[in-house]
């Protein structure tokens, strides 16, 4: 199983600052299958990024995806008010599909 | 509406079961490989089990193999999961979740249904 290891754990910043998130597999993630994943509290998980660098629809271009192998990264380049969240990154690149453990982006 | 709605949550005792169901609208359900996701009350978010089109292959994770079994009804639009022998450690928020056809990753998930295990 792969396991993937985000870092940091957590992330303090302010508004209109660029958020920097890693995302790092324990073996190469076939075919760059890495997605990434916000989270507010209580809602579902919300899909930004497929195959490592692909946004989803509708997720602003603010959010960028980039890496490969076993190195990810997750960027956001302005921080608005809504993106203080939890990051999660996942591989569907090999069964079983697995996430990392979430980073925590909160107000400073 | 393209949507996936759990239920089927709720307390149990160690040891018991419970089904859980996922109501899939809006879309071909029969085209798509579906799974399970859970979340632990304030931890992340961890895979339990997948099914693919016509339910002839399942993946489990390795804490649920054994216990859990995935399954589908086509015909319904539903998806199930049989929870057998639960432990108190899988008390969680479920998760249904469809996998794009296309590229395969998770591209719509339901709200949850909660399932707490406990005396």
């Known amino acids: 199983e792969i396991v993937l290891t985000q870092s940091p754990g957590t992330l303090s910043l302010s508004p209109g600052e660029r958020a920097t998130l890693s995302c790092r597999a324990s073996q190469s993630v076939t075919g760059n299958y890495l997605a990434w994943f916000q989270q507010k509290p209580g809602q579902a998980p919300r899909l930004l990024i497929y195959g490592a660098s692909s946004r989803a629809t509708g997720i602003p271009d603010r959010f960028s995806g980039s890496g490969s192998g076993t190195d990810f990264t997750l960027t956001i380049s302005r921080l608005e008010p809504e993106d203080f969240a939890v990051y999660y990154c996942?591989?569907?690149?090999?069964?079983?599909?697995?996430f990392g453990q979430g980073t925590r982006v909160e107000i400073k | 509406e393209v949507q996936l709605v759990e239920s089927g949550g709720g307390l149990v005792q160690p040891g018991g079961s419970l089904r859980l169901s996922c109501a899939a609208s809006g879309f071909t359900f029969s085209s798509h490989w579906m799974h399970w996701v859970r979340q632990a009350p304030g931890k992340g978010l961890v895979y339990v089990s997948g099914?693919?089109?016509?339910?002839?292959?399942?993946r489990y994770a390795d804490s649920v193999k054994g216990r859990f079994t995935i399954s589908r009804d086509n015909a319904k639009n539903t998806l199930y999961l049989q929870m057998n022998s639960l432990r108190p450690e899988d008390t969680a928020v479920y998760y249904c979740?469809?996998?794009?056809?296309?590229?395969?990753?998770?591209?719509?998930w339901g709200r949850g249904t909660l399932v707490t295990v406990s005396s």
């Open positions: 099914i693919n089109v016509d339910g002839s292959d399942t």
């Open positions: 979740v469809r996998v794009n056809l296309a590229y395969w990753y998770f591209d719509l």
């Open positions: 996942q591989q569907y690149g090999n069964a079983p599909r697995t």
